[in-house]
């Protein structure tokens, strides 16, 4: 919530600057939902870009949830009639909650991802709202507050770097998203690094599972001999 609506507000004071009030913060966090998306969106706004170019744009930056939707597939179907809106509302950040969070026995899993994923989103738009209104009232400087993204993209790096026993789907993904940003640059390694990921870690999928199925016993008693 406190991620959420922190990264709402961020985009409420860039939507307002641009010239667009409360309404249309709120109308964007309920319908797109894309955190990176929409802060590409004000820059589209501003500059009068077409609305083809802004479909473009939007799909390039936003590919990479095809991958994470790709891995929810079968858990999805538990939702029922829900599983429509958890493709909608499939985000960097519910993914990275959806993958660490494990309900308890006794709670039914496919209730337990639409809440995560209904109040993400109401955490979003709420901030977004109150982001509009303040950046209205408030005479700050809100220069690289954008950056509030990229911040919470390494907060939810390192929770998933100490919460998982294997680490090599994260560095795999380190070490190829550094090769392809240094080879094609910040503006075109996205999508090239996502899919050349996910081909090593299906490749090497058995042994990462292996990994994550470990008792913790075997990692002490490999440790102390």
């Known amino acids: 919530m406190c991620g959420y609506l922190f990264l709402g507000s961020a985009f409420g004071v860039m939507i307002q600057h ?3 009030n409360f309404i249309w913060a709120f109308l964007i966090s309920l319908t797109v939902f894309a955190g990176s998306g929409q802060f590409l969106l004000v820059s589209l706004l501003s500059g009068g870009a077409s ?3 802004t479909a473009a744009m939007t799909l390039l930056i936003n590919s990479r949830h095809m991958f994470y939707g ?3 597939l079968d858990r999805f179907k538990k939702t029922g009639r829900k599983y429509i809106y958890m493709i909608f509302s499939l985000t960097d950040e519910t993914y990275s909650v959806l993958c ?3 309900p ?6 496919g209730k337990a ?3 995560i994923a209904l109040f993400n989103h109401i955490y979003w738009i709420l901030g977004g709202v109150l982001g509009a209104l303040l950046g209205q009232f408030l005479p700050l400087d809100f220069t690289g507050i954008d950056f509030s993204m990229t911040a919470l993209f390494v907060v939810l790096f390192i929770e998933q ?3 998982f026993k294997s680490h ?3 560095v795999t993904g380190l070490c190829i998203s550094a090769f392809f940003l240094l080879v094609l640059g910040p503006d075109n390694f996205i999508l090239p690094s996502l899919i050349v990921t996910v081909t090593v870690l299906m490749a090497c999928r058995n042994l990462v599972q292996n990994k994550m199925e470990e008792p913790e016993s075997h990692k002490k008693e490999g440790a102390g001999s």
């Open 18 to 20: 641009a010239g667009y």
């Open 51 to 53: 609305l083809p170019m």
């Open 70 to 72: 790709l891995s929810f």
């Open 100 to 102: 660490s969070v494990k």
């Open 104 to 109: 308890e026995k006794d709670v039914e899993e």
């Open 113 to 115: 991802m639409f809440l």
């Open 161 to 163: 770097w100490f919460d």
């Open 168 to 170: 090599l789907p994260a």
